[in-house]
């Protein structure tokens, strides 16, 4: 197996492919990387920029460039020695009229070959969704659309169509006869009864009229049929083109009949599908999506058909050595992950395979998963606790609630804004469990009683209160975790709602599969499949409710509202972080160890920043009260209000001290960025504006007021910038420790896109901003340069221009070097912990690894507010005093910083901070033998 040592996330997008990256691999070898990790590559909706609509999972994204430029680039990517991880999209595809298998469904329905490929409940309890796929895509109510002439039918060579703007839908092939037939005599008086085309006309109803209504060949040939001979008659008997415009017209509205919509209406309820206001999908819908987003409906990747399918071109590209992994999107969506993986694993048995799984702290990657770990969400939130001070944890809560008025717990918080999801946004969703436990309950001697809407407010509140993002029972998996994490849920609930105890332990029989002895086997497995398609659900929840939602209200610290993350809880001890790093290690080798993503809410850098915020409480606090006091005559009132409210404000400072550009001209268009992030922000938090029912009067005045703040020579401006830049100054030494971390700790170092140099990028889809490739490859060559001329002399000019990003790209570039250089240190070295001890012992995390008789040993500082002041570096003995980090007795003492190429050495069996950190803030050892 092909284990990387270091990736490299690439966001492919319409005006970034395959020829563009095909000229940055020179780079990116140069850089250290191993293997691209590339975004989605496979066709997707037309103009994505992120690649998870996948409308054809077995052909390439013809936007990215041609099958000769995609072959080009696997070429140049063999020269350079590189490997390529794929990223794949089982769960889900878009809801597009490109995808073809999808609109061959709308065609055909249960006579599709595809009928089966997608996750749909056609026989649902809704009379006007029984046998007919919601569609909810139009902007305003059916009946309005309809008779705005919004909606039509429209007729070209595939065929009849219903039109709605740039979208298209098939018509039904059996309900052609509609128009056709409509003033048939008409045309029979113009042509003639003998005509030969008027025969053909009648021969095409005829095969309409007996199409065979199960899947096979005969019916597919018999359609193919009825479109090409129809399409030879209207392109050439003018007769029968006037005949077929004219009927499209009366039946788009343009008659003058009393009911002028009648017939296109008659002719829309015939179809496979149910057009309908996007808003409908919130509480009506019967397919499931991902999240709750319409345009991503969800494959049945567990039918082994459906996975040979989707994933033929995938396996090939396996096989023909272009992919030497695969990591695979949203693992928690899938209906029996296990059962997947498994399966994934049987025909790529030597791949690197990674998931998206999103962790709770105390939580377990299931051990059964034959995969090699995660994409690196656990890694990146332990590493964002390792920079905030958990001294300051109550101060920066309470500065938090005196500020915002906010002085609910983060639990209570997102208990609420898991229950505004559930009942709001995806109530449709939890409908249709309940209905389809109801209907197997309907046939349980102890379940006959308990009403739908009893089931649906058990259910509603156990998911609610799931505590990690989903179980994996299956009918070959139920882990003491799994009864753990649904236990914990089904109590929370009976004490939350003790009204509901007979209907939450019913609930709990079947999600803790507690069958009753006169179960027959069939029951069984229906109960089975209620508590698989459950856990299905709270996922989506989970990240509907915290991640894109909680995570926007509860802004106590921002640098912690990650995906996965601990809002409430600031800053851990550097013991909790070596038994996390020493039980991945174990058990997780080689997950990635990643610091940023394309979903992390904020660049690693900008994350780093507000860190430092938990190391200057009291001095924070003071600032927010002077910025508000300037800045308060620039609000605006709406409604009573003043906009932006203060959490909306504490917000807003935090992303400023965070993001805020080295370089003032960037100003301007960092203003533009962020006026697009808050109303983001201010959207996704739910409290005085959404997506679904925007406030544009809340929006425009939180814009006006970053407009006003930001405006060159503010009197905010002038007071902000002393305190951000001191801020800044103590980000930069974070980042550059988490940068020897995440290069030296066991797992695969990941690197997204751009940060190489600073990262201070905001949420999707600003951090898929392009990247300025030209200007690091310049700089990296420079860098090259210089370091053959003299490295020490380097590293001095790179401390005192820090602001450019150079000194992160030459971290970058030797850390990855040495683990090139000596891949099973890193790859399969053993972790152990140092101990340190001195004044500022606690403010140092060390390890060393060991590979047969190669050591490296990495110390890198946190917390560094109590050792230096703002203006001045962590270096040299005057600064480090007597701290020391004590090596074991079979360590040697001789070392080189592989940084600087500093040697230096033990006494006693300890090493002096001073003396390895005097010329680099934080460094790897590597012992001379």
């Known amino acids: 197996m092909n284990i990387p040592s270091a990736t490299y996330r690439i966001q492919f997008t319409p005006s970034t492919g395959f020829s563009d990256i095909s000229g940055i691999l020179s780079y990116l070898t140069d850089l250290g990387?191993?293997?691209?990790?590339?975004?989605?590559?496979?066709?997707?909706?037309?103009?994505?920029?992120?690649?998870?609509?996948?409308?054809?999972?077995?052909?390439?994204?013809?936007?990215?460039?041609?099958?000769?430029?995609?072959?080009?680039?696997?070429?140049?990517?063999?020269?350079?020695?590189?490997?390529?991880?794929q990223d794949i999209v089982p769960n889900h595809m878009a809801y597009d009229q490109h995808n073809t298998m999808l609109m061959d469904i709308l065609e055909h329905g249960s006579s599709s070959q595809y009928f089966k490929y997608f996750d749909i409940e056609w026989d649902h309890h809704l009379e006007g969704l029984k046998g007919r796929l919601l569609t909810p895509f139009l902007g305003s109510h059916f009946g309005e659309a309809?008779?705005?002439?919004?909606?039509?039918?429209?007729?070209?060579?595939?065929?009849?169509?219903?039109?709605?703007?740039?979208?298209?839908?098939?018509?039904?092939?059996?309900?052609?006869?509609?128009?056709?037939?409509?003033?048939?005599?008409?045309?029979?008086?113009?042509?003639?009864?003998?005509?030969?085309d008027f025969i053909k006309l009648l021969g095409i109803l005829y095969v309409i009229k007996t199409l065979p209504q199960v899947q096979s060949e005969e019916r597919y040939h018999q359609t193919t049929f009825i479109k090409r001979m129809l399409w030879e008659l209207y392109r050439g008997n003018s007769h029968i083109k006037a005949f077929i415009e004219t009927n499209l017209r009366i039946f788009n509205g343009q008659n003058d009949n009393s009911d002028r919509f009648g017939l296109i209406e008659s002719l829309l309820s015939e179809q496979f599908y149910r057009l309908a206001y996007w808003k409908v999908a919130t509480k009506e819908i019967n397919y499931r999506r991902f999240f709750n987003i319409n345009g991503l409906i969800s494959c049945c990747v567990q039918d082994p058909v459906v996975f040979e399918d989707t994933h033929a071109y995938t396996m090939e590209l396996v096989n023909n050595g272009i992919f030497s992994g695969l990591r695979i999107d949203h693992v928690d969506g899938l209906y029996d992950p296990l059962e997947y993986l498994v399966r994934l694993r049987e025909k790529v048995p030597d791949v690197y395979i990674v998931v998206e799984k999103i962790l709770h702290p105390d939580e377990a990657l299931p051990n059964s998963w034959p995969i090699q770990g995660t994409s690196g969400y656990d890694f990146l939130n332990i590493m964002t606790q390792l920079f905030c001070n958990p001294d300051n944890d109550a101060t920066i809560t309470k500065i938090y609630a005196d500020f915002s008025g906010i002085r609910e717990p983060l639990r209570e918080v997102v208990r609420h804004t898991k229950r505004v999801i559930a009942e709001e946004h995806m109530a449709g969703d939890v409908d249709n469990l309940a209905q389809l436990l109801k209907r197997i309950s309907g046939r349980d001697r102890h379940g006959s009683d308990i009403t739908l809407q009893g089931l649906h407010r058990a259910m509603t509140e156990v998911l609610i209160e799931f505590p990690v993002y989903r179980s994996y029972v299956s009918n070959s998996s139920f882990s003491e975790s799994d009864r753990h994490y649904i236990s914990e849920a089904l109590g929370k609930a009976m004490a939350r709602s003790p009204g509901l105890k007979y209907e939450l332990e019913f609930l709990k029989r079947f999600l803790l599969l507690e069958y009753p002895d006169y179960l027959s086997d069939d029951e069984r497995a229906e109960w089975l499949r209620f508590t698989m398609k459950f856990q299905q659900f709270t996922g989506p929840l989970m990240a509907k409710g915290f991640e894109d939602t909680a995570l926007y209200v509860y802004n106590r610290l921002l640098s912690l509202n990650e995906v996965g993350g601990v809002p409430d809880r600031c800053g851990i001890s550097t013991d909790d972080f070596h038994r996390f790093i020493g039980r991945r290690r174990e058990s997780w080798p080689y997950s990635m160890n990643a610091t940023a993503t394309h979903d992390t809410k904020r660049g690693e850098d900008m994350r780093a920043r507000i860190s430092v915020l938990s190391e200057f409480p009291d001095e924070w606090e003071t600032e927010l009260k002077k910025w508000h006091g300037i800045n308060v005559d620039k609000k605006r009132t709406i409604s009573g209000k003043r906009v932006p409210d203060k959490n909306d404000e504490y917000f807003l400072y935090?992303?400023?001290?965070?993001?805020?550009?080295?370089?003032?001209?960037?100003?301007?268009?960092?203003?533009?960025?962020?006026?697009?992030?808050?109303?983001?922000?201010?959207?996704?938090?739910?409290?005085?504006?959404?997506?679904?029912?925007?406030?544009?009067?809340?929006?425009?005045?939180?814009?006006?007021?970053?407009?006003?703040?930001?405006?060159?020579?503010?009197?905010?401006?002038?007071?902000?910038?002393?305190f951000q830049r001191k801020i800044g100054h103590y980000g930069i030494l974070n980042s550059l420790s988490q940068v020897v971390l995440k290069a030296t700790a066991p797992g695969v170092a990941d690197f997204y896109q751009g940060s190489d140099l600073w990262d201070l990028n905001l949420v999707d889809p600003d951090n898929r901003r392009p990247v300025d490739y030209l200007k690091r490859r310049h700089m990296l060559t420079e860098l090259r340069q210089k370091g053959v001329q003299g490295v020490r002399k380097l590293t001095e000019e790179l401390i005192h221009t820090k602001e450019d990003g150079r000194i992160k790209l030459f971290c970058i570039h030797k850390l990855l070097a040495v683990r090139r250089l000596m891949?099973?240190?890193?790859?399969?070295?053993?972790?152990?912990?140092?101990?340190?001890?001195?004044?500022?012992?606690?403010?140092?995390?060390?390890?060393?690894?060991?590979?047969?008789?190669?050591?490296?040993?990495?110390?890198?500082?946190?917390?560094?507010?109590?050792?230096?002041?703002?203006?001045?570096?962590?270096?040299?003995?005057?600064?480090?005093?007597?701290?020391?980090?004590?090596?074991?007795?079979?360590?040697?003492?001789?070392w080189r910083d592989f940084l600087t190429n500093s040697e230096v050495h033990a006494i006693d069996g300890a090493l002096s901070v001073g003396e390895a950190l005097a010329a680099f803030p934080a460094i790897l050892l590597i012992n001379e033998n």
């Open 654 to 722: 935090q992303t400023l001290v965070g993001a805020f550009p080295f370089d003032d001209a960037e100003i301007p268009e960092f203003t533009e960025r962020v006026k697009e992030y808050v109303v983001k922000a201010v959207r996704e938090a739910k409290v005085h504006t959404e997506w679904i029912r925007p406030d544009t009067a809340y929006e425009e005045a939180y814009l006006a007021f970053v407009d006003d703040i930001l405006k060159p020579d503010s009197d905010f401006l002038e007071s902000f910038l002393p």
């Open 146 to 196: 309809l008779e705005s002439g919004e909606i039509s039918i429209i007729y070209g060579r595939d065929g009849l169509e219903v039109a709605y703007y740039d979208l298209r839908f098939p018509v039904r092939p059996g309900t052609y006869d509609s128009l056709l037939t409509y003033r048939l005599e008409s045309l029979r008086n113009t042509l003639g009864e003998e005509h030969p």
């Open 823 to 894: 891949p099973n240190l890193f790859l399969k070295g053993s972790y152990l912990p140092l101990k340190t001890a001195g004044v500022f012992g606690d403010r140092i995390v060390a390890f060393a690894r060991g590979y047969e008789d190669r050591w490296g040993i990495t110390i890198a500082p946190r917390l560094l507010s109590a050792v230096v002041p703002a203006d001045e570096l962590p270096l040299g003995k005057k600064v480090w005093q007597d701290t020391t980090v004590i090596l074991p007795n079979d360590l040697p003492d001789e």
């Open 33 to 85: 990387i191993t293997h691209v990790y590339a975004s989605p590559v496979f066709q997707a909706k037309k103009a994505s920029d992120h690649g998870y609509d996948v409308v054809d999972p077995n052909r390439l994204n013809p936007e990215f460039g041609t099958e000769i430029d995609f072959a080009s680039l696997i070429d140049t990517l063999r020269l350079h020695g590189m490997g390529w991880i």
